[in-house]
């Protein structure tokens, strides 16, 4: 008896703590011409042609990555002057059906307790079958260059995949990006993140 109790407090302290936080881990790439002692500035965004076409998206990206530019020390130049940086950056997400660890036997060779998915049972029949949830893989990149000649000064992207895929997920992807700006480091690397639920 008291070792259910244990476990019973034990299971409540895990999922009371997997609650309030989620983990999101990024693999970030990194690369760096930044001048030592130069410090970042105000800058303003610039898009391709294509982000130019979809401008009601690339708004919605570029809003995601505004907090981790102006953590990092940027400013968003007002209107009408000169900035010293362009930033341009970029989100592309993909979204699958199912994950690669999602039980391939949807007839219940298995629980799915482990598998992220989820059983649903037949009205008609009274059979179980497995559900797998959606898993998403998203990128984010970041390109800095000097606004006057052009030459590209830092280059960072990430990309995390899970079963999240809303916004704050895309902004926690920008912030891991320019975690160790303007710095060079390892690269691939993973930073992890947490971020309410």
Known sequence: MRWTMW???????????????????SDVNSHSQWPS????????????????????????????????LQKAGFTLAAP???PEYAIQVASRLTRYDRA??????????????????RYHRGASLGLSFYAPQPYYVQDVSVLIRDARTQRVLYETSAR?????????????????????????AISPRRVRIEIPR
């Not at 105000?42 to 981790?68: G, K, M, Y």
Request: net charge negative.
């Open 37 to 68: 002692g130069r410090a970042p500035g105000s800058f303003h965004f610039e898009r391709l042609p294509s982000q130019q076409a979809q401008a009601a998206r690339q708004d919605a990206v570029e809003a995601a990555a505004l907090p981790a």
């Open 160 to 184: 995390h995949d899970g079963r999240w895929a809303d916004e704050a997920v895309r902004g926690t992807l920008f912030e891991a990006a320019m975690k160790d700006f303007p710095q060079p």
């Open 80 to 82: 009408g002057t000169t």
């Open 100 to 117: 690669p660890w999602d039980d391939p036997y949807p007839w219940g060779w298995n629980t799915g307790l482990f598998y992220g998915g």
């Open 7 to 25: 476990w019973a407090m034990a299971a409540v302290l895990l999922l009371g703590g997997c609650a309030g936080m989620r983990l999101i881990e």
